[in-house]
């Protein structure tokens, strides 16, 4: 049986590592996210993921990096509260089938509470049918667009935390 880890990514080894599997993420769409300011993102890189309104997450199995997800501020709402986004929720195609999305999913959203945060929020395409049923799964509703995408069918969706 693998050894499966799940970490908060703070070293300079385990940023460099969750940036990799994020360009392997961007890398294995059939789509740009150019329009996500990508580029922008992986040259700042934590960036908007940074302490302390952020955080990332890498999955390592038997050591080895093999998935990784992000979360950052998204807005702050007069109504709910502060709100954040989780982003780029990715497992490397080797480490497929050993339910690394959802424990990735999982501590991205316990350290969104942690953080003191409302809401997460996320955006996906509806190509991306497994994903959506582990977010469906997890109790996040679909809600209205938050943002205009230029993506082929954005599907936007919330999880209250608090």
Same mark, same amino acid.
């Given at each position: 049986?693998?050894?499966?880890?799940?970490?908060?990514?703070?070293?300079?080894?385990?940023? &460099?590592?969750?940036? &990799?599997?994020?360009?392997?993420?961007?890398?294995? $769409?059939?789509?740009?996210?150019?329009?996500?300011?990508?580029?922008?993102?992986? &040259?700042?890189?934590?960036?908007?993921?940074?302490?302390?309104?952020?955080? $990332?997450?890498?999955?390592?199995?038997?050591?080895?990096?093999?998935?990784?997800?992000?979360?950052?501020?998204?807005?702050? #709402?007069?109504?709910?509260?502060?709100?954040?986004?989780?982003?780029? =929720? /990715?497992?490397?195609? #080797?480490?497929?089938? $050993?339910?690394?999305?959802?424990?990735?999913?999982?501590?991205?959203?316990?350290?969104?509470?942690?953080?003191?945060? &409302?809401?997460?929020? =996320?955006?996906?395409?509806?190509?991306?049918?497994?994903?959506?049923?582990?977010?469906?799964?997890?109790?996040?509703?679909?809600?209205?667009? /938050?943002?205009?995408?230029?993506?082929?069918?954005?599907?936007? /969706?919330?999880?209250?935390?608090?």
């Amino acid at each position: 049986m693998p050894r499966i880890t799940i970490i908060e990514a703070r070293s300079v080894e385990d940023i &460099a590592a969750v940036k &990799a599997i994020f360009l392997g993420y961007a890398r294995s $769409l059939n789509f740009d996210l150019s329009s996500q300011n990508f580029d922008q993102e992986m &040259a700042t890189f934590p960036g908007c993921y940074g302490e302390p309104e952020g955080a $990332l997450m890498l999955a390592r199995v038997d050591g080895m990096p093999a998935g990784a997800v992000g979360l950052r501020l998204q807005k702050r #709402d007069a109504d709910i509260g502060v709100i954040c986004e989780m982003k780029r =929720l /990715y497992v490397c195609d #080797d480490f497929r089938g $050993l339910g690394l999305g959802r424990k990735l999913a999982e501590a991205i959203i316990r350290q969104g509470a942690n953080i003191g945060y &409302a809401a997460m929020r =996320l955006d996906t395409v509806a190509a991306m049918s497994e994903a959506i049923g582990l977010y469906r799964s997890m109790g996040f509703q679909e809600i209205d667009p /938050y943002y205009n995408s230029i993506l082929e069918n954005p599907e936007y /969706y919330q999880l209250m935390l608090s």
